[in-house]
Protein backbone atom coordinates (compact mmCIF):
# COMPACT_ATOMS: atom_id res chain seq x y z
CA UNK A 1 0.00 0.00 0.00
CA UNK A 2 1.31 3.64 -0.85
CA UNK A 3 0.13 6.99 0.64
CA UNK A 4 1.62 9.48 -1.59
CA UNK A 5 2.78 12.58 -0.31
CA UNK A 6 4.04 14.65 -2.87
CA UNK A 7 5.15 17.79 -0.80
CA UNK A 8 7.26 15.72 1.42
CA UNK A 9 8.79 13.91 -2.22
CA UNK A 10 12.37 13.82 -1.19
CA UNK A 11 13.99 13.25 -5.40
CA UNK A 12 12.50 13.96 -7.86
CA UNK A 13 10.83 10.98 -10.52
CA UNK A 14 13.83 10.94 -12.39
CA UNK A 15 16.44 10.30 -9.78
CA UNK A 16 13.56 7.99 -8.19
CA UNK A 17 13.76 6.07 -11.29
CA UNK A 18 17.16 5.42 -11.71
CA UNK A 19 18.11 4.56 -8.13
CA UNK A 20 15.36 1.67 -8.26
CA UNK A 21 16.55 0.26 -11.47
CA UNK A 22 19.60 0.03 -9.92
CA UNK A 23 18.11 -1.34 -7.00
CA UNK A 24 15.98 -3.97 -8.92
CA UNK A 25 18.96 -4.65 -10.73
CA UNK A 26 20.85 -5.67 -7.52
CA UNK A 27 17.97 -7.42 -5.94
CA UNK A 28 17.24 -9.82 -8.98
CA UNK A 29 21.37 -10.77 -8.85
CA UNK A 30 21.02 -11.96 -5.25
CA UNK A 31 17.90 -13.08 -4.74
CA UNK A 32 18.13 -16.12 -6.82
CA UNK A 33 20.63 -17.50 -4.10
CA UNK A 34 18.73 -16.83 -0.80
CA UNK A 35 15.38 -17.89 -1.76
CA UNK A 36 13.64 -14.60 -1.31
CA UNK A 37 14.99 -13.80 2.07
CA UNK A 38 14.77 -9.65 2.60
CA UNK A 39 18.48 -9.36 3.78
CA UNK A 40 20.53 -11.56 0.88
CA UNK A 41 24.12 -10.75 0.05
CA UNK A 42 23.92 -8.37 -2.54
CA UNK A 43 26.62 -8.16 -5.45
CA UNK A 44 27.94 -4.39 -4.53
CA UNK A 45 31.77 -2.96 -4.33
CA UNK A 46 30.72 -1.91 -0.36
CA UNK A 47 30.58 -5.57 0.22
CA UNK A 48 33.15 -7.07 2.70
CA UNK A 49 33.55 -10.18 4.77
CA UNK A 50 34.34 -7.90 7.61
CA UNK A 51 31.38 -5.72 9.32
CA UNK A 52 32.66 -2.40 9.48
CA UNK A 53 35.16 -2.04 7.05
CA UNK A 54 34.19 0.58 4.91
CA UNK A 55 31.17 1.65 7.10
CA UNK A 56 33.69 3.51 9.89
CA UNK A 57 36.62 6.40 9.96
CA UNK A 58 39.13 7.49 11.74
CA UNK A 59 38.07 10.94 13.59
CA UNK A 60 41.90 11.98 14.15
CA UNK A 61 41.97 11.80 10.15
CA UNK A 62 39.05 11.16 8.28
CA UNK A 63 41.05 7.74 6.95
CA UNK A 64 39.68 4.64 6.46
CA UNK A 65 39.52 1.99 9.46
CA UNK A 66 41.50 -1.54 8.45
CA UNK A 67 41.61 -4.79 9.51
CA UNK A 68 45.12 -6.50 11.25
CA UNK A 69 45.71 -10.03 11.68
CA UNK A 70 47.57 -10.97 14.48
CA UNK A 71 49.02 -14.17 15.99
CA UNK A 72 48.09 -15.40 19.26
CA UNK A 73 48.37 -18.96 21.40
CA UNK A 74 44.74 -19.43 20.51
CA UNK A 75 44.87 -18.57 17.31
CA UNK A 76 44.41 -15.18 15.09
CA UNK A 77 42.82 -11.87 16.89
CA UNK A 78 41.86 -9.13 14.54
CA UNK A 79 42.21 -5.92 15.21
CA UNK A 80 40.44 -2.49 13.77
CA UNK A 81 42.85 0.31 12.99
CA UNK A 82 43.84 3.71 11.25
CA UNK A 83 44.66 2.62 7.51
CA UNK A 84 46.27 6.34 7.15
CA UNK A 85 48.63 5.36 10.16
CA UNK A 86 49.52 1.82 9.02
CA UNK A 87 50.17 3.15 5.32
CA UNK A 88 51.96 6.75 6.18
CA UNK A 89 52.92 6.47 9.49
CA UNK A 90 52.79 8.96 12.33
CA UNK A 91 53.42 11.92 10.38
CA UNK A 92 50.03 11.17 8.71
CA UNK A 93 48.17 10.43 11.42
CA UNK A 94 49.21 10.25 15.03
CA UNK A 95 46.20 7.00 15.68
CA UNK A 96 48.07 4.40 16.46
CA UNK A 97 45.50 2.40 18.06
CA UNK A 98 44.03 -1.01 17.69
CA UNK A 99 40.59 -2.52 18.85
CA UNK A 100 39.52 -5.69 18.73
CA UNK A 101 37.41 -6.05 15.99
CA UNK A 102 34.97 -8.46 17.88
CA UNK A 103 34.37 -6.08 20.78
CA UNK A 104 33.97 -2.87 18.37
CA UNK A 105 31.27 -5.09 16.28
CA UNK A 106 29.12 -5.27 19.21
CA UNK A 107 29.74 -2.29 21.09
CA UNK A 108 28.28 -1.04 17.43
CA UNK A 109 25.85 -3.45 16.96
CA UNK A 110 24.49 -3.28 20.68
CA UNK A 111 23.89 0.44 20.20
CA UNK A 112 22.11 0.00 17.18
CA UNK A 113 19.83 -2.71 18.95
CA UNK A 114 19.55 -0.47 21.95
CA UNK A 115 18.96 3.06 20.54
CA UNK A 116 17.73 2.62 16.84
CA UNK A 117 15.88 -0.53 15.97
CA UNK A 118 14.69 -1.63 19.47
CA UNK A 119 10.65 -1.88 18.97
CA UNK A 120 9.90 0.86 21.18
CA UNK A 121 12.01 3.01 19.39
CA UNK A 122 10.77 2.58 16.21
CA UNK A 123 6.98 2.60 17.11
CA UNK A 124 7.67 5.95 18.63
CA UNK A 125 8.95 6.42 14.57
CA UNK A 126 6.06 4.81 13.05
CA UNK A 127 3.32 6.54 15.15
CA UNK A 128 5.42 10.36 15.00
CA UNK A 129 5.28 9.17 10.73
CA UNK A 130 1.71 8.27 10.75
CA UNK A 131 0.70 11.62 12.51
CA UNK A 132 2.69 13.24 9.98
CA UNK A 133 0.63 11.67 6.65
CA UNK A 134 -2.38 12.39 9.02
CA UNK A 135 -2.26 16.26 8.97
CA UNK A 136 -1.02 16.18 5.66
CA UNK A 137 -4.19 14.71 4.80
CA UNK A 138 -6.07 17.15 6.76
CA UNK A 139 -4.61 19.74 4.44
CA UNK A 140 -6.02 17.75 1.51
CA UNK A 141 -9.76 17.68 3.07
CA UNK A 142 -8.69 21.26 3.77
CA UNK A 143 -7.84 21.84 -0.05
CA UNK A 144 -11.23 19.83 -1.09
CA UNK A 145 -13.45 22.07 0.64
CA UNK A 146 -12.01 24.85 -1.00
CA UNK A 147 -12.26 23.72 -4.60
CA UNK A 148 -16.09 22.05 -3.99
CA UNK A 149 -16.61 25.64 -3.01
CA UNK A 150 -14.89 27.35 -6.26
CA UNK A 151 -16.27 24.30 -8.34
CA UNK A 152 -20.17 25.69 -6.62
CA UNK A 153 -19.15 29.26 -7.47
CA UNK A 154 -18.14 28.56 -11.24
CA UNK A 155 -21.42 26.55 -11.79
CA UNK A 156 -23.39 29.53 -10.62
CA UNK A 157 -21.82 31.54 -13.01
CA UNK A 158 -22.37 29.72 -15.44
CA UNK A 159 -26.30 29.25 -14.94
CA UNK A 160 -26.27 32.98 -15.12
CA UNK A 161 -24.55 33.78 -17.84
CA UNK A 162 -27.06 30.79 -19.97
CA UNK A 163 -29.82 32.59 -18.29
CA UNK A 164 -28.75 36.27 -20.05
CA UNK A 165 -28.34 34.22 -23.78
CA UNK A 166 -31.49 33.04 -23.69
CA UNK A 167 -32.54 36.37 -22.30
CA UNK A 168 -31.26 37.88 -25.32
CA UNK A 169 -28.45 39.37 -24.46
CA UNK A 170 -24.69 39.95 -26.11
CA UNK A 171 -24.57 36.51 -27.55
CA UNK A 172 -21.09 36.39 -28.43
CA UNK A 173 -19.75 37.60 -25.21
CA UNK A 174 -21.89 35.47 -23.47
CA UNK A 175 -20.45 32.63 -25.55
CA UNK A 176 -17.22 33.62 -24.58
CA UNK A 177 -17.46 33.81 -20.50
CA UNK A 178 -19.49 30.43 -20.91
CA UNK A 179 -16.39 29.12 -22.61
CA UNK A 180 -13.74 30.35 -20.03
CA UNK A 181 -15.70 29.22 -16.85
CA UNK A 182 -15.88 25.80 -18.30
CA UNK A 183 -12.55 25.95 -18.69
CA UNK A 184 -11.88 26.57 -14.79
CA UNK A 185 -14.21 24.13 -14.25
CA UNK A 186 -12.69 21.58 -15.63
CA UNK A 187 -9.35 22.49 -14.24
CA UNK A 188 -10.83 22.55 -10.87
CA UNK A 189 -12.17 19.31 -11.37
CA UNK A 190 -9.01 18.00 -12.34
CA UNK A 191 -8.16 19.46 -8.96
CA UNK A 192 -10.59 17.82 -7.37
CA UNK A 193 -9.65 14.23 -8.96
CA UNK A 194 -6.01 14.65 -7.22
CA UNK A 195 -7.37 15.53 -4.02
CA UNK A 196 -9.94 12.78 -4.09
CA UNK A 197 -6.85 10.26 -4.74
CA UNK A 198 -5.20 11.70 -1.02
CA UNK A 199 -8.48 10.05 0.78
CA UNK A 200 -7.54 7.39 3.11
CA UNK A 201 -9.46 5.71 5.30
CA UNK A 202 -8.17 4.16 8.84
CA UNK A 203 -8.25 0.95 8.15
CA UNK A 204 -5.38 1.89 5.17
CA UNK A 205 -3.22 3.38 8.22
CA UNK A 206 -3.69 0.51 10.15
CA UNK A 207 -2.27 -1.47 7.55
CA UNK A 208 0.62 0.90 6.59
CA UNK A 209 1.56 0.82 10.71
CA UNK A 210 1.71 -2.59 10.70
CA UNK A 211 3.66 -3.17 7.61
CA UNK A 212 6.19 -0.36 8.69
CA UNK A 213 6.52 -2.14 12.41
CA UNK A 214 6.99 -5.62 10.60
CA UNK A 215 9.42 -4.24 8.29
CA UNK A 216 11.22 -2.25 11.23
CA UNK A 217 11.54 -5.99 13.47
CA UNK A 218 12.84 -8.01 10.49
CA UNK A 219 15.72 -5.14 10.76
CA UNK A 220 15.86 -5.74 14.35
CA UNK A 221 15.78 -9.24 14.17
CA UNK A 222 18.29 -9.41 11.26
CA UNK A 223 20.72 -7.47 13.50
CA UNK A 224 20.39 -9.86 16.23
CA UNK A 225 21.67 -12.64 13.96
CA UNK A 226 25.11 -11.10 13.43
CA UNK A 227 25.24 -12.19 10.00
CA UNK A 228 27.82 -10.08 8.41
CA UNK A 229 26.08 -9.36 4.87
CA UNK A 230 22.70 -8.54 5.62
CA UNK A 231 23.67 -6.80 8.71
CA UNK A 232 26.04 -4.36 6.37
CA UNK A 233 22.95 -3.59 4.34
CA UNK A 234 21.41 -2.45 7.54
CA UNK A 235 24.12 -0.44 8.57
CA UNK A 236 24.99 1.09 5.02
CA UNK A 237 20.97 2.25 4.96
CA UNK A 238 21.34 3.85 8.92
CA UNK A 239 24.64 5.58 8.17
CA UNK A 240 23.42 7.19 4.84
CA UNK A 241 26.44 7.12 3.15
CA UNK A 242 28.21 8.94 6.11
CA UNK A 243 30.89 6.71 8.16
CA UNK A 244 30.89 6.60 11.38
CA UNK A 245 33.87 8.38 13.40
CA UNK A 246 36.02 6.01 15.39
CA UNK A 247 37.49 8.73 18.12
CA UNK A 248 40.68 7.42 20.17
CA UNK A 249 40.34 8.74 23.65
CA UNK A 250 43.26 8.03 26.40
CA UNK A 251 42.08 7.98 30.15
CA UNK A 252 43.62 6.88 32.94
CA UNK A 253 41.80 3.21 31.81
CA UNK A 254 44.15 3.16 29.05
CA UNK A 255 42.91 3.56 25.61
CA UNK A 256 40.14 3.29 23.62
CA UNK A 257 37.64 3.84 20.57
CA UNK A 258 34.57 5.76 21.05
CA UNK A 259 31.75 6.48 18.37
CA UNK A 260 28.93 9.02 17.78
CA UNK A 261 26.47 9.45 15.05
CA UNK A 262 22.79 9.75 14.16
CA UNK A 263 21.22 6.69 12.41
CA UNK A 264 18.66 7.85 9.32
CA UNK A 265 16.26 5.48 10.42
CA UNK A 266 14.07 6.69 7.57
CA UNK A 267 16.58 5.38 4.99
CA UNK A 268 15.70 1.32 5.61
CA UNK A 269 12.33 2.22 4.01
CA UNK A 270 13.88 3.52 0.75
CA UNK A 271 12.55 0.66 -2.42
CA UNK A 272 9.52 0.00 -0.14
CA UNK A 273 6.90 2.88 0.23
CA UNK A 274 8.42 5.62 -1.67
CA UNK A 275 6.83 8.46 0.19
CA UNK A 276 7.61 7.29 4.05
CA UNK A 277 10.23 9.45 5.50
CA UNK A 278 11.47 9.05 9.29
CA UNK A 279 10.01 12.04 11.31
CA UNK A 280 12.42 15.67 11.00
CA UNK A 281 13.95 15.90 14.12
CA UNK A 282 13.36 11.98 15.14
CA UNK A 283 16.44 10.55 14.16
CA UNK A 284 18.32 8.08 16.65
CA UNK A 285 21.93 9.44 18.42
CA UNK A 286 24.20 7.03 18.84
CA UNK A 287 26.52 6.91 21.42
CA UNK A 288 29.46 5.01 22.55
Not at 12 to 27: F, G, I, M, N, Q
Not at 47 to 70: E, H, I
Not at 137 to 143: F, T
Not at 252 to 263: D, H, I, M, N
Request: glycine share 8%; charged share 25%.
Amino acid sequence: MKISLPHLQLLSESEWKAAHDRLAATRASYLSGTKGELWGRPASRLDSKYLLTGLVRCDACGGSVYVQSSSRKDGRALFYGCMTYHLRGRTACSNNLLTPMDRANEEVLGAIERDVLHPDVTKTVVRKALDKFRAAEREWKERRQVLHKQISGVDTEIRRLVAAISAGGDIPALIEAVKDANDRREALSRDLAIVDSQQHSDADYDELEKELQAHFESCWKTVLTRQIGPTRQILQKLFNGKRLPFIPMTNVGGSQYEFKGTAMIGRLLTGRTKEVVSPTGFEPVLLA
